[in-house]
């Protein structure tokens, strides 16, 4: 949730930037789709992890550190 919320505030300030300093119109970001971006990204990382990291469950601790699994 932290990286997905630094990912979209750094979006936001360099688009923000953009906007002012070389196109010189007003910035307004649509916040809907910007909360679904965080809400997605989120989501999908929590998903990656509990998909990859499964497997690692049904194994004991040492056997896991040794690399037997």
């Given amino acids: ?3 997905a919320l630094t990912g979209v505030g750094l ?3 360099g688009s923000a930037a953009l906007a002012w300093f070389v196109f ?4 307004s970001p649509p916040l809907g789709p910007v909360g679904w971006a965080v809400v997605l990204v989120t989501g999908t990382t929590m998903l990656t992890g509990w998909v990859a990291g499964r497997g690692v469950t049904t ?3 040492l056997e896991i550190l040794r690399g037997d699994a």
């Fill in 24 to 27: 010189d119109v007003p910035f």
């Fill in 11 to 13: 979006a936001l300030v």
């Fill in 1 to 3: 949730l932290l990286a």
């Fill in 59 to 61: 194994h004991p601790p």
